[in-house]
């Protein structure tokens, strides 16, 4: 039977994952790629805790769904900034968006 600690342990391993996505990726669509795989390290942890504290309540789930949504505009707004930044540096290298100027 699974229990709490291999969801917990599950989602730890995800969310290290991705961190170091974070801190080594130098392209952007990495970097947007390893914030979603921390977002789902989060959901794991939600439903997981709602499974096992309060089995009879959504409220996990619930949260999950939240995250969810919040993970698609963040993704369609970083796909677009992405999209700028290619069109103006023929590149996604994220070392040169500090050229950028207001």
Known sequence: MVGLNHYLVLSTILFCIGIFGVLTRRNAIGILMSIELMFNAVNINF??????????????????????????????????????????????????????KW
């Open 47 to 100: 439903v997981a805790f709602s499974k096992f504290v309060t089995p009879t309540d959504f409220v996990g789930q619930i949260f999950a769904i939240f995250v969810i949504t919040i993970a698609a505009a963040e993704a369609t707004v970083g796909l677009a900034i992405v999209l700028l930044i290619y069109r103006n540096f023929k590149g996604i290298n994220v070392d040169n968006i500090n050229i950028m």
